[in-house]
């Protein structure tokens, strides 16, 4: 099979694509003959060499594929084998970039109606973050004030949309006026531009001095200060992403003085029992959702996998909206 590898840690042009030969499925696995694989941040990190796979995860980057399932492991029971040639999508810890990959079946769910196999490539990893973070983690109830960093990326979109959807007020930044426009029909119901507006002030206008329940963050210690300030009484601040650096001063007095809480948590070194559950969350609660039309897919480009270079200088030239996907055909 092809496959994707970073030659040393650097930018888009230490990526090759090389021949290898096929993973084989152990007991509990299956092998999926990969149709297009999700672009994320965790992979660009992983090139920069700030974020190497867990212990005994593949070295070939990609966290989220769809594809065909060709073979179960050893010892496969009946809900196992019948996976066999049916459509899926798979929560990977690596492997992705590649034509083949094998994976747990426990990270595996049937492709949502309505979605094509291309597209489905996008889904598992940023709807397993998404509700794993802030249904789970920040317990974002309906009503609740919500601070999205991000609202047009791959998470970002998808957040907004299952947040109105599920009937908290929206808050979200962006760097530019069309992606403004595109968080809006996302449903956001308020946009700061952080290129052009002072993201505190304006958070402490929005909400008429009270600051937000929840702050989604990916940016890190960049925004820890003004996002701390952001919070309500009691607010909580979870960071899934460190775009904005990993350092930063801690004022514990203002974290005692709201009762303020900081999550931070990663989804791809979890134990497999933990994401097996997200997994099956994810797909009782939310592939309802996209195949009602509540959630819409969100892809902005495909690459061929030859081309995984290009599709990794367009991810780090920040003007992407929506997912980057790499197909095998």
């Given at each position: ?14 990526i090759t694509l090389a021949d290898q030969a096929d993973p084989t499925p152990a007991e509990g696995q299956v092998l999926i003959e990969v149709a297009a694989a999700g672009l994320n941040r965790a992979d ?280 980057i996907l790499l197909t095998m055909k």
């Amino acid at each position: 099979m092809r496959a994707v590898h970073y030659t040393e840690a650097g930018g888009p042009e230490v990526i090759t694509l090389a021949d290898q030969a096929d993973p084989t499925p152990a007991e509990g696995q299956v092998l999926i003959e990969v149709a297009a694989a999700g672009l994320n941040r965790a992979d660009v990190m992983q090139r920069l060499g700030a974020y190497p796979p867990p212990k005994g995860a593949s070295q070939i980057p990609g966290l989220e594929v769809s594809g065909r399932v060709l073979a179960a492991g050893p010892g496969a029971d009946v809900a196992v084998q019948e996976l066999i040639g049916k459509e899926v999508v798979a929560l990977l810890a690596g492997g992705g970039y590649a034509e083949r990959v094998v994976v747990d079946a426990r990270h595996v769910l049937p492709i949502p109606a309505g979605v094509s196999l291309t597209d489905a490539a996008g889904l598992i990893e940023v709807a397993a973050t998404v509700h794993s973070n802030l249904r789970g983690e920040a317990q974002v109830q309906p009503g609740d004030s919500v601070l999205v960093h991000g609202g047009t990326g791959g998470i970002g979109s998808f957040a907004l949309q299952y947040l109105h959807g599920l009937g908290a007020k929206v808050l979200t930044t962006v760097g530019s006026a069309q992606k403004a426009s595109l968080a809006v029909e996302l449903g956001a119901d308020h946009v700061i531009n952080y290129r052009e507006e002072d993201l505190g002030a304006r958070v402490q206008e929005l909400t008429e001095g009270r600051g937000v329940d929840v702050i989604f963050d990916v940016v890190g210690a960049k925004h820890l200060e003004t996002n701390l300030r952001s919070l309500a009484t009691a607010g909580r601040l979870v960071i899934i992403g460190l775009q904005g650096g990993r350092t930063a001063e801690l004022d514990l007095g203002l974290m005692l003085a709201k009762r303020l809480r900081i999550i931070a948590t990663t989804l791809r070194a979890r134990e497999a029992e933990a994401k097996a559950e997200i997994v099956q969350a994810v797909g009782e609660e939310i592939w309802p959702l996209i195949e009602s039309g509540q959630i819409t897919i969100q892809t902005d480009k495909t690459f061929p996998l030859e081309q995984a270079a290009a599709a990794h200088e367009y991810f780090d030239s920040g003007t992407h909206t929506g997912k980057i996907l790499l197909t095998m055909k």
